[in-house]
């Protein structure tokens, strides 16, 4: 196998938009992208021995009945960064709004669309979900008490490393904040977490599975 130098990709790319007031108390942004890349760098997996030699059949042989090598095995499945020879085509969009209902109910939305007009075959390491979604609300129930809810989904899709290629699964999640402000304290105490409802998912293939997070926080102003 020949692979060539590894050189810089190149990426030529467009957007347009548009973010205005649809009503009085509604806002939109919206906006499109598409890109082509030249020498787009992703990763090529062959077999062979360190030192750059051929393996012999012998050698072959082995690495089949022992894909994990042994000590003194050579043969190896080996993964190095290489350019892609075809021309790699995106395109997405975006689409958002943001409704204020009153002060204390703020209700927000975003869809985020992102399209690899090549096969995976031919771009195995894009590692983006084709779609995007997350819905909200936030506001300030009183002078001093404040939060914010998210809603997250992210659709499964062909995550490719150096370390495992596999199918993510569709992950969905559920975020809160409460905020507290104690003026006389120039503090903002939070409390909240990610995932609340524990919906573990895997964001990286072969990775961790990631759960229910809580956390704390304490914000002092020294003005």
């Given at each position: 196998?020949?692979i060539?130098?590894?050189?810089?990709?190149?990426?030529?790319?467009?957007?347009?938009?548009?973010?205005?007031?649809?009503a009085?108390?509604?806002?939109?942004?919206?906006?499109?992208?598409?890109?082509?890349?030249?020498d787009f760098?992703?990763?090529?997996q062959?077999?062979?021995?360190?030192?750059?030699?051929?393996?012999?059949?012998f050698?072959?042989?082995?690495?089949?009945?022992?894909?994990?090598?042994?000590?003194?095995?050579?043969?190896?499945?080996?993964?190095?960064?290489?350019n892609?020879?075809?021309?790699v085509?995106?395109?997405?969009?975006?689409?958002?709004?943001?409704?204020?209902?009153a002060?204390?109910?703020?209700?927000?939305?975003?869809?985020?669309?992102n399209v690899?007009?090549?096969?995976?075959?031919?771009?195995?390491?894009?590692?983006?979900?084709r779609?995007?979604?997350?819905?909200?609300?936030?506001?300030s129930?009183?002078?001093?008490?404040?939060?914010?809810f998210?809603?997250?989904y992210?659709?499964?899709?062909r995550?490719?490393?150096?370390?495992?290629?596999?199918?993510?699964?569709a992950?969905?999640?559920?975020?809160?904040?409460?905020?507290?402000?104690?003026?006389?304290?120039?503090?903002?105490?939070e409390?909240g977490?990610?995932?609340l409802f524990?919906?573990?998912?895997?964001?990286?293939?072969?990775?961790?599975q990631l759960?229910?997070?809580?956390?704390g926080?304490?914000?002092?102003?020294?003005?």
């Open positions: 196998m020949n060539k130098r590894l050189v810089p990709e190149q990426v030529s790319s467009y957007e347009v938009g548009y973010k205005g007031q649809l009085d108390r509604l806002q939109l942004d919206v906006s499109y992208y598409r890109s082509r890349y030249r760098i992703s990763a090529q062959f077999i062979g021995n360190p030192d750059g030699s051929r393996p012999s059949p050698e072959l042989l082995t690495l089949s009945q022992n894909p994990i090598p042994k000590p003194g095995q050579r043969t190896r499945f080996i993964l190095v960064q290489a892609l020879e075809p021309e085509r995106t395109q997405g969009a975006v689409l958002a709004l943001t409704y204020v209902a002060r204390a109910l703020n209700l927000t939305g975003n869809y985020a669309l690899l007009d090549n096969s995976i075959e031919e771009v195995p390491f894009f590692n983006t979900p779609h995007k979604f997350n819905a909200g609300a936030f506001g129930l009183t002078k001093t008490l404040g939060y914010s998210n809603y997250r992210a659709e499964g899709y995550y490719s490393s150096s370390f495992a290629t596999g199918d993510l699964a992950a969905h999640t559920i975020d809160a904040q409460l905020r507290l402000a104690v003026p006389r304290l120039k503090s903002v105490f409390l977490g990610t995932n524990d919906n573990t998912n895997v964001q990286i293939f072969g990775g961790p759960g229910r997070l809580l956390y926080g304490l914000t002092v102003s020294v003005n």
